[in-house]
T-cell receptor, first 116, second 109 residues
Framework: EAQVTQNPRYLITVTGKKLTVTCSQN?????MSWYRQDPGLGLRQIYY???????DKGDVPEGYKVSRKEKRNFPLILESPSPNQTSLYFC???????????????FGPGTRLTVL | GQNIDQPTEMTATEGAIVQINCTYQ??????LFWYQQHAGEAPTFLSY??LDGLEEKGRFSSFLSRSKGYSYLLLKELQMKDSASYLC??????????WGAGTKLIIKP
């Protein structure tokens, strides 16, 4: 089944404790992206990647890191989480890197993160 | 700045028709997308418009007017399962997706 998977789905942690949220897609997609979703603010892009070893900042990259060492995986790293990073996080992928092929995105199920 | 506006919440009756509006101001335009998101779930793609006019897909239709910076999503024969948030997103000239905050649609029996 074609899908984007994320782990963990739920995570409660404490300020400053490094964490990684994994994202994997089995569709051989070029483009991958991380979003956070907060009430009333809509989806905001954190980082995106057009291909292996190519990553770029989105709208809200501060406090996050990513890597793209393999085409299928795009982990999100919070080196020192803070309470303002409490949010719902989505990973997404799309087959192309421009136009509709890039913007018609397939989303993972989401990771609900709480930082105490 | 770039901005997408859509109503925060709408209520409609099962079996009726509802129109969800979206207006945008972006740096260029390369397409407009509608996504559906059920509570606690991931967004799923609904429709794509790049040229002016109406795109119909079953009970759902999406309209675009580029000159007015305006789109709407029309849902016909509403079903309870259509209760969800509907997200409008515009791809700007840099091929970045700009997202609206979403419209929560409540369907009443």
């Amino acid at each position: 089944e074609a899908q984007v998977t994320q782990n963990p789905r739920y995570l409660i942690t404490v300020t400053g404790k490094k964490l990684t949220v994994t994202c994997s897609q089995n569709m051989n997609h070029e483009y991958m992206s991380w979003y956070r979703q907060d009430p009333g603010l809509g989806l905001r892009q954190i980082y995106y990647s057009m291909n292996v070893e190519v990553t770029d900042k989105g709208d809200v990259p501060e406090g996050y890191k990513v890597s793209r060492k393999e085409k299928r995986n795009f982990p999100l790293i919070l080196e020192s989480p803070s309470p303002n990073q409490t949010s719902l996080y989505f990973c997404a992928s799309s087959p192309g890197t421009s136009g509709r092929a890039r913007s018609e995105q397939f989303f993972g199920p989401g990771t609900r993160l709480t930082v105490l | 700045g770039q901005n997408i506006d859509q109503p925060t919440e709408m209520t409609a009756t099962e079996g009726a028709i509802v129109q969800i509006n979206c207006t945008y101001q972006t740096s260029g335009f390369n397409g407009l997308f509608w996504y559906q998101q059920h509570a606690g779930e991931a967004p799923t793609f609904l429709s794509y418009n790049v040229l002016d006019g109406l795109e119909e897909k079953g009970r759902f239709s999406s309209f675009l007017s580029r000159s007015k910076g305006y789109s709407y999503l029309l849902l016909k024969e509403l079903q309870m399962k259509d209760s969800a948030s509907y997200l409008c997103a515009v791809e700007d000239s840099n091929y970045q997706l700009i997202w609206g905050a979403g419209t929560k649609l409540i369907i009443k029996p």
